[in-house]
Nanobody, 118 residues
Framework: QVQLVESGGGLVQPGGSLRLSCAFS????????MAWYRQAPGKQRDLVAH??????????DYADSVKGRFTISRDNAKNTVNLQMNSLKLEDTAVYYC?????????WGQGTQVTVSS
């Protein structure tokens, strides 16, 4: 059974940076597409960034709202996926979730809180 454990969330001022990490275990990491989603209070869960599996070319996509500020990366040796978040804005405040997908299998982490506040 695949397990995902996020870390790195916290409180940061506007304009600051945070790095989220997701540790993957219980499966073959390299065949899974990995993604970060976020959910703000009272809102739906939205895709932030996605990186495909190596066999699918490793293509990366970002939500328009984070392009140029966030960077997703995967370390296939360490079975981790990271999200580097720079120039954080108040509206980036949300619970961030790690997602692993290899159709039809899909798994979620428990989430990590990111709060951007002055």
């Amino acid at each position: 059974q695949v397990q995902l454990v996020e870390s790195g969330g916290g409180l940061v001022q506007p304009g600051g940076s945070l790095r989220l990490s997701c540790a993957f275990s219980g499966g073959i990491f390299s065949i899974y597409g990995m993604a970060w989603y976020r959910q703000a209070p009272g809102k739906q869960r939205d895709l932030v960034a996605h990186i495909r599996s190596i066999s699918s070319g490793g293509r990366i996509d970002y939500a328009d709202s984070v392009k140029g500020r966030f960077t997703i990366s995967r370390d296939n040796a360490k079975n981790t996926v990271n999200l580097q978040m720079n120039s954080l804005k108040l509206e980036d405040t949300a619970v961030y979730y790690c997602n692993a997908k290899n159709w039809p299998q899909e798994y979620w982490g428990q989430g990590t809180q990111v709060t951007v506040s002055s």
